[in-house]
């Protein structure tokens, strides 16, 4: 079943936060140290600065609910010889509330935006991936590399 993936923009900013802060609650990388506060509006700053610039982000609805969300920031670099371009994505933050897992969302945010790098001639598509998330990316043709995954695009 294929959801209406929606294109985030700067009314899905508090949606975008409450993911991503439910996704380093789950990976274990806040604490009680972490200034929630800071690291909300630090993060809520940057989505509103960068988003549909050199961040894309898509979720996907439930019941008018967010449930689903990944992202990615896009950057220029100097030229090399997989990517005569230097145009190259980093995905980021594709994740999915636990009560709406298994029913494939994390995939279509993936072709999603596979799609939009194919569209705007984005070369080199790459992320550190969860031990979950690999198998996912696999199946797209990312191959690991160090502590990285990454897919080509012609």
Not at 56 to 80: D, E, H
Not at 100 to 120: C, M, P, S, T, W
Not at 146 to 153: A, G, H, P, R, T
Request: aromatic fraction near 12%.
């Amino acid at each position: 079943m294929r959801n209406n993936i929606l294109r985030l923009d700067e009314k899905s900013v508090d949606d975008f936060w409450r993911l991503r802060i439910e996704l380093f609650e789950e990976l274990g990388e806040v604490n009680n140290e972490t200034n929630i506060d800071k690291l909300k509006s630090a993060t809520k700053q940057y989505f509103l600065s960068h988003i549909n610039k050199d961040l894309m982000s898509w979720g996907i609805l439930q019941a008018n609910k967010l449930v689903a969300v990944g992202s990615l920031c896009l950057f220029t670099r100097i030229p090399y010889e997989e990517n005569l371009i230097g145009l190259e994505g980093y995905i980021l933050n594709i994740y999915t509330m636990p009560h709406f897992r298994k029913y494939g969302f994390a995939n279509q945010i993936l072709d999603e935006i596979i799609e939009y790098a194919k569209k705007n001639n984005i070369k080199r598509l790459w992320l550190n991936g969860s031990e979950q998330g690999e198998k996912i990316y696999a199946k797209r043709g990312f191959i690991k590399k160090d502590n990285e995954m990454e897919l080509f695009l012609s």
